[in-house]
């Protein structure tokens, strides 16, 4: 059987699996849920896949995985995606911070805890953002000390996507204050329950707290919780920032083209349709065009995984692009509703809801690398460039 | 879809590279641009002996046989040194016309001649400032051609020319009287471009039972390979960007270290890989004849205008000065940007079609 084959069978298998529970955990079931309530339903659902083979399809079955191929995991979450599955819950966990435990643990830690999250069990966050260094990773200040066998951390982290409800997290701390910034940071994990673990959400615009404050008030954990060697932290935030291969398309996206061309033909201006405005034909246009380019490259990027090539780079402008189709999208469609566009429901979707979609516009650009760090990123690994001026970085 | 290349395409890539690099001069180019109608004669002379006229030529015509991709790829690396032939997409584009609508007899007599760039081809549909007319003045009765058709690429030397009529698409020999060719000043004279006047020229009719739909489908057969083209272009903007940044000095650093110029050279990557995907996914469409061929070329237009005119806008900013001297070869990449944007149907032109492609659930 060749590979096609092999996968065509594969998706048709896993689309079979995804309808049977699309009732029970996909687009309809997550409507007017809060957070937490989400949150409790992308568990559960995970723990049905795990019971049929599509959790961590590419981790070792000893751990719970389903021992697939990467390919096989692409296919599954694009699947996935169209039905409105809460899996961009665990996104992090399982994309992340489990990984690196399972790269860099004992045996006896993968044992303990990668099983437990791969069924949804437990959840994981990744505690690297502070007040006082966001994109700038190197100048975390949050401080972990030597006390005999254990570290004391104390400072804080943000931003922290999901804290409230998480087990675990992975982190870096400065162990040598006096080293060059890159060079004074270990990387570790942490227990988010243990004394002294003070988890606050932060309201976002939209008033969705995703996010939040950790703050670390003289937390004990063994050496055993280290990853890595002492003062190699940043490499060790590097690699897990590059631990996603290929990320498939995000899920969580606008409304599809479709939902725009039946509001232009719904909607009115000068008292003709508004599919026929030209303004109106030209951004419908451009947007399929963005659309379809975006498509074609994460189609491309598929295919060079199946022919066993790494795919290229092009899949760093997803976010980038994609956030500013989807901005202009919302922005045309809120103008189409007149005044009536100004409604605003905090449950709304942005996959279903135009303002949602509009609001949710510049945390898309800021969240997980700012427009800027993306263009830096483009610009410095991809074409060469030089970095910026970094009076920061240690004269090599 | 196949949107990835094989080893065989990219092997004709790199030849296809490798020559046009030792052939280019840019000095010869400029002297091209001084007056009206021009091509590069030598060069295409060198393409016909290269093969690549037989490319999307059937085996038992006498071509390679090669699919859409093919022809796509040999485009790129002509954008990428603006190479001054501009029959490459309409010819090929012609010879989807003639296999498509075309008679046993017409096939036979032309398609071997294409091959061995005895016949080149431009393809006549413009009239007026509207896209594609529904209703073109331009008749055809009696098999002969009355009308004019306007800046018709390669339209000043082509032996040939595929024309959109009232009633009828119509393949028409330029050589012919009845055929009287105007060539002007242009924003880039090195697209041979030329008004053609039909007064009663002989012609003959290709069996296309909807002329608008068949003229359509040609001019994005047309737009596919063109948009290769304005891909090839924007990235041999973006390389003198970067070359540049990585270079030049100024405040004491490279000026590759500012974000203003680092970004500048990193969304001109982002506009051509958007571009990049739709002209691939309009080349797989166009192979595998599915029904959103036109829409895809539509989208594919769109985006590789856009990323030409914008690479080589910020490829000139890049450049300051010097960028727009006539010395520097960036404005070569201008002209041919707004040339190709203008050549196969306007951006608002596409716009409509791609709507009414949605509209229709063909897209």
Redesign the interface.
């Known amino acids: 059987m060749t590979t096609t084959d092999h996968l065509g069978t594969y998706r048709s298998k896993a689309r079979a699996f995804l309808e049977t529970h699309a009732g029970q955990y996909g687009w309809e079931a997550r409507r007017n849920l809060s957070l937490a309530e989400e949150v409790a339903l992308a568990k559960r659902w995970q723990g049905v896949k795990a019971a049929n083979g599509y959790a961590a399809i590419t981790w070792p079955k000893e751990f719970g995985g389903a021992g697939g191929t990467e390919l096989e995991k692409i296919i599954f979450s694009t699947e996935e995606a169209q039905f409105g599955f809460p899996a961009g819950l665990l996104a992090i966990t399982l994309g992340m911070p489990v990984p690196m435990m399972l790269h860099h643990a004992t045996p006896e830690q993968k044992q303990r805890y990668v099983p437990p999250a791969v069924r949804g069990e437990e959840m994981w966050c990744q505690l690297f953002s502070e007040p006082g260094a966001g994109s700038d990773l190197a100048a975390a200040r949050l401080r972990a000390r030597r006390d005999g066998d254990d570290w004391l951390l104390d400072g804080q982290k943000t931003w922290t996507s999901y804290a409230q409800f998480c087990d675990f997290g992975i982190l870096v701390a400065r162990t040598d204050p006096d080293a060059p910034k890159h060079k004074g940071l270990t990387f570790f994990f942490v227990d988010m329950k243990a004394p002294g673990v003070t988890v606050r959400p932060i309201k976002l615009l939209h008033q969705h707290e995703d996010v939040n404050e950790v703050f670390f008030d003289n937390v004990r954990i063994p050496d055993a919780n280290r990853l890595g060697a002492v003062n190699d932290g940043f490499r060790m935030a590097i690699l897990t920032l590059m631990m996603e291969r290929y990320v498939a398309a995000a899920s969580d996206d606008g409304p599809p083209?479709q939902a725009l061309?039946d509001l232009a033909n719904a909607r009115k201006l000068r008292g003709r349709p508004a599919?026929e405005d030209?303004r109106v034909?030209?951004a419908?246009?451009?947007a399929?065009?963005?659309q379809?380019?975006?498509?074609?490259?994460h189609?491309?990027a598929l295919?060079?995984l199946t022919?066993g090539r790494e795919p290229g780079a092009?899949g760093s402008?997803h976010k980038?692009?994609a956030a500013r189709e989807r901005h202009a999208m919302a922005t045309l469609a809120l103008d189409l509703m007149g005044p009536s566009g100004v409604a605003y429901d905090s449950h709304a979707k942005t996959r279903t809801d135009y303002m949602m979609s509009w609001i949710d516009g510049p945390t898309l650009r800021i969240a997980g690398g700012t427009d800027?760090m993306l263009?830096?990123t483009?610009?410095?690994r991809?074409?060469?460039?030089?970095?910026?001026?970094r009076p920061d970085k240690a004269p090599r | 879809?196949?949107?990835?290349y094989t080893a065989d395409q990219e092997q004709i890539r790199n030849e296809a590279r490798r020559f046009l690099e030792d052939t280019f001069e840019s000095e010869k180019q400029r002297e091209l641009l001084r007056s009206r109608g021009n091509y590069d004669s030598a060069l295409w002379k060198a393409c016909i002996d290269m093969g690549w006229t037989g490319a999307g030529v059937p085996e038992d015509h006498g071509g390679l046989g090669l699919s859409a991709l093919e022809v796509c790829i040999i485009a790129e690396e002509c954008g990428r040194v603006v190479a001054a032939i501009p029959f490459l997409a309409p010819t090929y584009a012609a010879s989807m016309a003639l296999r498509e609508f075309g008679s046993e007899k017409q096939r036979s007599e032309l398609l071997p001649r294409i091959a061995t760039g005895d016949a080149t081809f431009a393809l006549a549909v413009f009239e007026d400032e509207d896209g594609l007319p529904e209703a073109p003045l331009t008749t055809f009765q009696d098999n002969r051609l009355t009308g004019r058709k306007i800046a018709v690429a390669g339209g000043g030397a082509a032996s040939h020319a595929i024309v959109h009529a009232s009633n009828a698409i119509v393949l028409v020999d330029l050589t012919a009287s009845g055929v009287k060719r105007e060539t002007a000043d242009t924003i880039d004279n090195t697209r041979c471009a030329a008004d053609i006047n039909f007064d009663g020229a002989p012609a003959q009719t290709l069996n296309a039972s909807d002329a608008y739909a068949a003229a359509l489908r040609l001019i994005a057969v047309q737009a596919t390979i063109a948009a290769f083209e304005q891909i090839g272009g924007a990235e041999g903007a973006?390389d003198r960007a970067?070359e540049y940044?990585?270079t030049r000095e100024a405040f004491g650093?490279?000026i590759?270290?500012?974000?203003a110029i680092?970004?500048r050279?990193?969304?001109m990557?982002?506009t051509i890989?958007?571009?990049?995907?739709?002209a691939?996914?309009a080349a797989a469409s166009l192979n595998s004849g599915a029904a959103d061929f036109v829409?895809?070329a539509?989208?594919?237009r769109?985006?590789a205008s856009h990323a030409f005119e914008f690479s080589v806008a910020h490829a000139i900013q890049t450049h300051g000065a010097i960028g727009v001297t006539w010395e520097h070869d960036l404005h070569l990449f201008l002209r041919r940007a707004r040339a190709l944007a203008l050549e196969c149907g306007a951006?608002?032109f596409?716009?409509?079609v791609?709507?009414e492609a949605?509209?229709r659930g063909r897209?």
């Open positions: 083209l061309i599919i030209g034909r030209a419908i246009a451009h399929y065009a963005t379809r380019g975006l498509s074609a490259i189609e491309r295919e060079e022919a092009e402008i980038l692009a800027e263009l830096n483009i610009a410095e991809i074409l060469g460039l030089p970095q910026d001026h | 879809m196949a949107l990835s973006m970067r940044a990585n650093q490279l590759g270290k500012f974000q680092k970004h050279v990193a969304e990557y982002v890989e958007l571009a990049r995907g739709n691939l996914r829409a895809q539509g989208a594919a769109l985006a951006r608002p596409w716009e409509d791609i709507v949605l509209q897209a």
